[in-house]
């Protein structure tokens, strides 16, 4: 569990699909999207609740520390996308880390 959330790699394919994410257009949210991509199913109503308060706080920290965004999207070899404001793309790369790190999503059943 611990390898998952701070390794490297881990973030750093959190932030691609967090690009991924932000840059398709898709009439679903952004949570939902994200869950589906994931869990091939959508979030149950108190998932979604839940992972819409981690988002909202996730993204009032790195707008109000710009500094902690640059250096969060600066984990991993690839460089992040220059076209998506960085604490929003901080903010989704925190979502999907979060949806990746889920037992549902790491345990085969």
Do not use: W
């Amino acid at each position: 569990a611990l390898t998952l959330l701070n390794d490297p790699t881990f973030t750093e394919a959190a932030r691609q699909l967090a690009t991924q994410l932000l840059t398709q257009e898709s009439n679903n949210d952004l949570i939902t999207r994200a869950f589906q991509h994931c869990l091939s199913r959508t979030p149950t109503n108190q998932e979604k609740q839940i992972l819409q308060t981690f988002f909202e706080k996730e993204s009032k920290r790195f707008q109000e520390h710009p500094d902690q965004a640059q250096k969060f999207l600066t984990v991993g070899h690839s460089q992040p996308n220059k076209d998506l404001p960085p604490a929003k793309l901080a903010a989704t790369t925190s979502l999907t880390r979060a949806i990746l790190n889920l037992h549902e999503t790491i345990t085969r059943y």
